[in-house]
């Protein structure tokens, strides 16, 4: 079936330590993976994608990784600041449409 | 460049009313895609409408319905509301009848009473 894992539910960081997020896919033809940040009360936001040609994107202090023959891709965020805390959404994209996790609330204290 | 427009923010309908949902997608997009957002369920794909054409369709019963105009813009449209209807429903467009470049509405929050 059509299925997205999102692990951990919740995490909880120091300001400075790093995050990391994992999702694990079910459909061989999932190409193409984005991350999403809600903020509470407001609309997800694209933050970084990954195609299924590329296995690591970097953008500033995020990073996403994948790999294909495990359907694993994770998010990777250093440096992590309170601005960062907020709900973290993986999707994989089946068949024209987006499958997303269940979300990771991540909560960076100061 | 404006973003994706839904309209209204909050809605409160009683069980059994139908209730209708706007969504104006960034200018040039051409694709639409509807999610219904909840606490236990997550993010859950609805349908995804392309030059007016339904191009792919969730797991909804048909209670759940849509359509889109020639301006892209699109409506969804669900009849008999149940109190497990109550969440938060988000309008995505893009460019193409592909998810890539998804950009979410704020959404429209609807309670069932």
């Known amino acids: 079936g059509e299925n997205v894992e999102q692990h951990p539910s919740t995490l909880s960081v120091q300001e400075g330590d790093s995050a990391v997020i994992k999702c694990t896919y079910s459909?061989?033809?999932?190409?193409?993976f984005p991350w999403y940040k809600q903020e509470l009360g407001k609309r997800p936001q694209l933050i970084i994608d990954?195609?299924?040609?590329?296995g690591e994107k970097k953008d500033q202090r995020i990073a996403v990784t994948l790999n294909k023959t495990a359907k694993h891709f994770s998010l990777h965020i250093t440096e992590t600041q309170p601005e960062d805390s907020a709900v973290y959404f993986c999707?994989?994209?089946?068949?024209?449409?987006?499958?997303f996790g269940q979300g990771t609330e991540l909560s960076v204290k100061p | 460049k404006a973003g994706v427009t839904q309209t209204p923010r909050y809605l409160i309908k009683t069980r059994g009313q139908q209730v209708t949902l706007s969504c104006s997608p960034i200018s040039g997009h051409r694709s639409v895609s509807w999610y219904q957002q909840t606490p236990g369920q997550g993010l859950q794909f609805l349908f995804e409408y392309f030059s007016e054409t339904q191009r792919n369709k969730g797991n909804f019963p048909g209670r759940f319905s849509g359509r889109q105009f020639s301006n892209s813009r699109s409506e969804m449209n669900v009849s008999t509301l149940e109190l497990g209807d109550s969440a938060l429903y988000l309008c995505?467009?893009?460019?193409?009848?592909?998810?890539?470049?998804?950009?979410f509405g704020s959404g429209t929050r609807l309670t069932v009473v």
């Open positions: 990954i195609r299924s040609n590329v």
């Open positions: 459909d061989s033809a999932s190409n193409y």
């Open positions: 999707a994989a994209s089946v068949r024209g449409k987006l499958i």
């Open positions: 995505a467009s893009s460019l193409e009848t592909k998810t890539y470049g998804y950009t």
